[in-house]
T-cell receptor
């Protein structure tokens, strides 16, 4: 059973371009979470999705960021018109269900560099 | 609000030394508490957890006890190894927020041989 797969592992974009980050959850997991880790900081929650639904997007910036988790295929975090401040590591986690005590399994992250 | 505060690092220890990484929290409800470890270039792995007061989580020689009276969840290990060098994150989750995790800033641990 493969773990949470994120790709690409490293992504370089010029200012103003779009960044698309992909996350394939573990088999049987229908809950996906995206976190952002700025340099030398902890992870900050961005968005929580179930299949085809956004459950909680309270951590998402209001502009340029969007996320989806379609019925088929991976979850996508999209950042439009990237700026230098978007440079960070973006981690995806998945779990088989929601709930406070359910372990979330993390991917290895996508490190986005905006030049 | 809900937050987690960890001791600042880096923490540098010699092999076989005793480790303590302090973690305190504030929460609007009754949280579950976690320690995650991040090895260089890797994602986070769950190290241990505790879901109610006085519970002790343990794994790979690491332990942490959920102390409600002091709102703390300090991580300890009796004898560290070079392979324990990593970043350690304390985190909480609350029922009303599903499985969403609130993380501390992380503590870098460096173990010298």
């Amino acid at each position: 059973n493969a773990g949470v797969m994120q790709n690409p592992r490293h992504l370089v974009r010029r200012r103003g371009q779009e960044a698309r980050l992909r996350c394939s959850p573990m088999k049987g997991h229908s809950h996906v979470y995206w976190y952002r880790q700025l340099p030398e900081e902890g992870l900050k929650f961005m968005v929580y999705l179930q299949k085809e639904n956004i459950i909680d997007e309270s951590g998402m910036p209001k502009e340029r960021f969007s996320a989806e988790f379609p019925k088929e295929g991976p979850s996508i975090l999209r950042i439009q018109q990237v700026v230098r401040g978007d440079s960070a590591a973006y981690f995806c986690a998945s779990s088989p269900r929601g709930g406070q005590n359910t372990e979330a399994f993390f991917g290895q992250g996508t490190r986005l560099t905006v030049v | 609000g809900n937050s987690v505060t960890q001791m600042e690092g880096p923490v540098t220890l010699s092999e076989e030394a005793f480790l303590t990484i302090n973690c305190t929290y504030t929460a609007t409800g009754y949280p579950s508490l976690f320690w995650y470890v991040q090895y260089p270039g890797e994602g986070l792995q769950l190290l241990l957890k505790a879901t109610k007061a006085d519970d002790k989580g343990s794994n790979k020689g690491f332990e942490a006890t959920y102390r409600k009276e002091t709102t703390s969840f300090h991580l300890e290990k009796g004898s560290v190894q070079v392979s324990d060098s990593a970043v350690y994150f304390c985190a909480l989750s609350l029922m009303e927020y599903g499985n969403k995790l609130v993380f501390g800033a992380g503590t870098i641990l460096r173990v010298k041989s």
